[in-house]
């Protein structure tokens, strides 16, 4: 099975500042990545999937990147209803893998 | 679109229960769909996958105890839950295969306790 390390577990920013969440993948996953974010009570909702492309409906501040092992998601310009958690989950192989999650906290 | 669970309950260790989601908004015999699950304050987990032919694809942590199957004249996805274990406990997700998992349920609560 494919291992999705996700860094950091936790996070704390401000509103404006901009942040990165890394997934690093045990095998290459060929831009297989999807990245989810996920509010208390609520199911996930998908931003960005094939590493880089934007889900209809997500601002444009949410970006995706990398390739091979390595992917991350960058956040500019925070707002408050950013705080969340944020998931990578990996699709080039089954059985599927998510990481462990990302709990972006806003000061 | 919209996804929407049912079937969730209290159940004993070893014995079954059948989740359902009720799909509507568009051509559900078209897409794959796929079970995630969450415990309570952990990750998520993927479960199963149905292709829009009935192939599927299991966790091996439930290969053999859990049944996932589609009914497209009521546009309906199922999961059978066989010899439940604690470790099953947790939030269960229908959701879409499009662009990855492009839409997801509200989540149905299985919990597995004597």
């Known amino acids: 099975d494919i291992q999705m390390t996700q860094s950091p577990a936790s996070l704390s920013a401000s509103l404006g500042e901009t942040v990165s969440i890394e997934c690093l993948a045990s095998e290459d996953i060929y831009n297989n990545l999807a990245w989810y974010q996920q509010k208390p009570g609520k199911s996930p909702q998908l931003l960005i999937y094939y590493a880089s492309s934007l889900q209809d409906g997500v601002p444009s501040r949410f970006s995706g990147s990398g390739s091979g092992t390595q992917y991350s998601l960058k956040i500019n310009s925070l707002e408050s209803e950013d705080a969340a958690t944020y998931f990578c989950?990996?699709?080039?192989?089954?059985?599927?893998?998510f990481g462990g999650g990302t709990k972006l906290e806003l000061k | 679109v919209q996804l929407v669970e049912s079937g969730g309950g209290l159940v004993q260790p070893g014995k079954s229960l059948k989740l359902s989601c009720s799909a509507s908004g568009f051509t559900f015999s078209s897409y794959g769909m796929h079970w995630i699950r969450q415990a309570p304050g952990k990750g998520l987990d993927w479960v199963a996958y149905i292709s829009s032919s009935s192939g599927t694809v299991y966790a091996d942590a439930v290969k053999g105890r859990f049944t996932i199957s589609r009914d497209n004249a009521k546009n309906t996805l199922y999961l059978q839950l066989n010899s439940l274990k604690s470790e099953d406990t947790a939030i269960y997700y229908c959701?879409?295969?499009?662009?990855?998992?492009?839409?997801w349920g509200q989540g149905v609560m299985v919990t597995v306790s004597s």
């Open positions: 959701a879409r295969d499009g662009y990855n998992l492009d839409y």
């Open positions: 989950l990996q699709d080039s192989e089954y059985p599927w893998t």
